[in-house]
């Protein structure tokens, strides 16, 4: 069964600094990977995925997110953060084939003006 | 497009008494709905997965006889929380996909649950 890791639960930057979220999965073969942004009380919002091919994948916002194979992470950068980035991150995974996915546990991300 | 609806978006109901949260896809037609739930600053956990048609299936540990999921036609899945208690008080969020196997799932805005 896949496996989702972000092994940061709380990331504070200052506003226009670069930014970088951890993602590590575990799953046999090569997995679908998303990631989605969660502002207080809301759903979440899709920021980018990763199916197949080109392993950086650029994403809404200014986001981009590079899938290594071999450290079997796909990481969540932004050149540049502002102050609406502040919000609830969440790398998710999953099989193709299968219906679910799988989330990490979340990165809440803090801006500091 | 790929919008998902819920309604309500706040609900306050009484001990004992159940409670109905829509999920709607409004643009699109989602073979796949899902059901999560939502604990402060927690990730989500999946409650169950419907398909039109045909019964949930339910995660482990969740209870099929407290959250009835009713997927009713393809742009519309219902969860009610039967004979709640404050412990069910909790943030309920849809998802719905359109395609099959592992395909990105849009998000509703979610439904808070309090439970008094």
């Known amino acids: 069964a896949q496996s989702v890791t972000q092994p940061d639960i709380h990331i504070t930057v200052s506003e226009g600094a670069s930014l970088e979220l951890r993602c590590n999965y575990s799953?046999?073969?090569?997995?679908?990977l998303f990631w989605y942004v969660q502002s207080p009380g809301q759903g979440l919002q899709l920021l980018l995925k990763?199916?197949?091919?080109?392993?950086l994948v650029q994403g809404i916002k200014g986001f981009e997110a590079e899938f290594k194979r071999s450290q079997s992470s796909f990481n969540l950068r932004k050149p540049s953060v502002h102050w609406s980035d502040a919000a609830e991150y969440f790398c998710?995974?999953?099989?193709?084939?299968?219906?679910?996915?799988?989330f990490g546990q979340g990165t809440r991300l803090t801006i500091n003006p | 497009g790929a919008v998902v609806s819920q309604h309500p978006s706040r609900v306050i109901c009484k001990s004992g008494t159940s409670v109905k949260i829509e999920c709607r896809s409004l643009?699109?037609?989602?073979?796949?709905m899902f059901w999560y739930r939502q604990f402060p600053k927690q990730s989500l956990m999946l409650m169950a997965t419907?398909?039109?048609?045909?019964?949930?299936?339910?995660e482990q540990g969740v209870e099929k006889d407290k959250f009835l999921i009713n997927h009713a036609s393809l742009t519309l899945s219902t969860l009610t929380v039967t004979s709640a208690h404050p412990e069910d008080s909790s943030f309920y969020i849809c998802?719905?996909?359109?395609?099959?196997?592992?395909?990105?799932?849009?998000f509703g805005p979610g439904t808070r649950l309090t439970v008094t």
């Open positions: 998802s719905a996909r359109i395609g099959t196997g592992g395909d990105e799932q849009y």
């Open positions: 998710a995974v999953g099989a193709p084939g299968a219906q679910k996915l799988v």
């Open positions: 643009d699109f037609q989602a073979t796949t």
């Open positions: 419907s398909n039109e048609g045909s019964k949930a299936t339910y």
């Open positions: 799953y046999g073969a090569t997995p679908y």
């Open positions: 990763y199916f197949s091919g080109d392993t």
